[in-house]
């Protein structure tokens, strides 16, 4: 075996395109759509790298276009999950004792890919299967994923780097990261192809083997990202892809005597009904399992009267409605001065009007559908609240429509009690409410914020007066766990902002960071003598 400290190449974030007009990368983005579209995917799990195919299919669709099949997905059951786990299993002593500079090189050259052959494919199979445009994928898919690969490979280095003092006259103490015992399981969600990836990808990377579940609505996406790691050489069972019931999957894995962790990015409830599992379970488990989720958000907006009224306005239409608010970061809530809120509200009733809504495959469209029927009812029903509540009026949008695709109009909703519902209840859809506040109650407010929502997500302060800005960030330091001045609470970048809440909003081990990785390990402390005493006697006894 080599030996050597090696250095890993220097990271950088991975420069986003912009696909405007008569530029190379929109040509061949538009080129993948095409080929995407033209085809029907058929989509197997993937079980200790064999093709794992079943009677029962289900259909994958565009959700601004329900009734164009992209393809159909291999549904598997409980023995599914077993053979996964079986499979993870017997790949884990050859996977955990494989050098580390070789686990670095297969996720290295995974960002590789996904950065370069794969960008178009995988932009363009998150543009048409979660409906993102194509800035939004580019971002997401390409650019995000590519910085967890390569970032987490910098961090991982830094985690085995990290040892005692050497200062010790005849001893050597030393500090190994050894990979969990058993299996983790990943959860995963519909709304972002890099969270997909980087899941299970950063605890394989410690040397752990996975047992990996997407969305339902994230499958077509993911089939691209089991290829980029198949393709950079990924051992066959150190991430295993399977498509099951999501109550089916944790009635075996989370009694499994071998079940080490969880790496978990959905609901709140979920979340919670997880854990809960899990404590009632503890008894059955070799370890005290991982427990690593991020999960929802009620974010918000704060504007003091100070603000600059185009920041104010530009972070609140972006921060809101880019990819139909379907981001955990999206700001949900804001709180707007008096003083500012009639030329506010102007401002964004233009903006809106301007927005095109469509299908993502026309890239003049900003806003496109949310993720299924399910999510289309839900957010409609609070819609409908609104237009019928003495407590709120509906101010901009309100429209939707769900003949073609999920399409919900970019809605405002004005509060006019500070305790509406959707002030504190997360939406997950392209609906902001806004509550106008009086300018002298600036500190009052600031205690309001705090105090509506069980979620510590993101938030962000907009203001030009730095006494109002030390106010809020000291304020509100439990009320989100990324937290934005003058600028929108969305868009966190890996290794610039690493993206994670408390509260109702997860453990906060923030993705994109040093902080993740180490839950992936269980360090173990060496100490050895070279002098050892060979006496039991010490001096005070004489």
């Known amino acids: 075996m080599l030996k050597g400290f090696f250095n890993v190449p220097t990271v950088t974030n991975e ?106 494919k995988l932009n363009a199979a998150t543009m048409l299967g979660q409906s993102k445009n194509a800035y939004q994928a580019e971002i997401d898919a390409a650019c995000e994923l590519t910085d967890f690969l390569r970032f987490n490979v910098s961090y991982m280095t830094e985690i085995y780097a990290q040892q005692p003092p050497a200062n010790s006259k005849g001893i ?46 994230q499958i077509y996406s993911a089939k691209v990202l089991m290829d980029i790691f198949n393709e950079a050489g990924l051992p066959d069972g150190v991430i295993n892809l399977v498509y099951v019931f999501g109550p089916d999957a944790g009635e075996v894995i989370f009694k499994h ?115 299924d029927e399910k999510a289309f009812d839900k957010i409609t029903s609070y819609i409908e609240r609104a237009k019928n509540s003495a407590d709120a009026e509906v101010i901009i949008g309100g429209e939707y429509d769900k003949t073609k695709g999920y399409f919900i109009h970019p809605t405002v909703i004005l509060a006019k009690t500070a305790d509406y519902e959707t002030l504190s209840e997360e939406l997950f859809g392209p609906v902001l409410t806004i509550y106008v506040y009086e300018d002298a109650k600036w500190s009052e407010t600031l205690e309001l914020v705090d105090k509506t929502s069980i979620y510590a997500l993101t938030g962000a302060v907009i203001s030009q007066d730095r006494y109002a800005i030390e106010e809020a960030t000291k304020a509100l330091r439990n009320a989100a766990g990324n937290f934005y001045i003058n600028d929108k609470c969305t868009g966190a970048v890996v290794g610039q902002q690493p993206f994670g809440g408390a509260r109702g909003s997860g453990t906060n081990d923030k993705a994109g960071s040093m902080i993740n990785l180490l839950r992936w390990v269980s360090p ?9 005493d060979t006496d039991y006697r010490y001096p005070f006894l004489g």
Not at 55 to 64: A, N, Q, R, S, V
Not at 188 to 203: E, H, K, R, S
Not at 524 to 532: A, D, H, L, Q, V
């Open 15 to 120: 420069p986003v395109n912009s696909y405007a007009p008569g530029t190379k990368e929109r040509a061949l983005l538009e080129a993948a759509i095409q080929e995407a579209r033209a085809q029907e995917v058929d989509i197997p799990m993937y079980i200790g790298g064999k093709e794992i195919r079943t009677e029962d299919k289900g259909k994958l669709t565009p959700p601004h276009d329900h009734q164009h099949v992209l393809g159909y997905y291999h549904k598997g059951t409980k023995t599914h999950v077993n053979q996964a786990i079986d499979a993870a299993l017997a790949a884990k002593e050859y996977w955990e004792n494989l050098a580390w500079e070789q686990r670095a090189a297969i996720f290295l050259k995974a960002a590789e890919l996904a950065s370069t052959k794969y960008r178009y």
């Open 172 to 217: 050597w103490n030393r500090v190994e990261q050894r990979p969990l015992e058993g299996f983790v399981f990943a959860l995963t969600p519909f709304n972002f192809t890099a969270i997909a990836g980087n899941l299970p990808a950063c605890v394989a990377m410690m040397g752990n083997v996975v047992v990996w579940k997407p969305a339902d609505t």
């Open 257 to 371: 005597p071998d079940f080490a962790g969880i790496h978990f990015t959905g609901s709140t409830g979920v979340f919670q009904d997880i854990w809960k599992t899990i404590g009632q379970n503890i008894h059955q488990y070799k370890t005290y399992p991982r427990i690593v989720g991020e999960t929802g958000g009620k974010d918000f907006i704060l504007a003091h009267p100070s603000a600059d009224l185009a920041v104010l306005n530009t972070a609140l239409v972006r921060g809101a409605f880019e990819y139909q608010g379907q981001k955990c970061s999206a700001a949900s809530r804001a709180y707007v001065p008096q003083s500012l809120w009639s030329d506010l509200r102007a401002k964004m009733e233009q903006d809106v009007a301007s927005f095109k809504i469509g299908g993502t495959e026309d890239f003049g469209n900003f806003i496109n559908a949310v993720i």
């Open 524 to 532: 173990r402390t060496i100490k050895e003598t070279f002098n050892p």
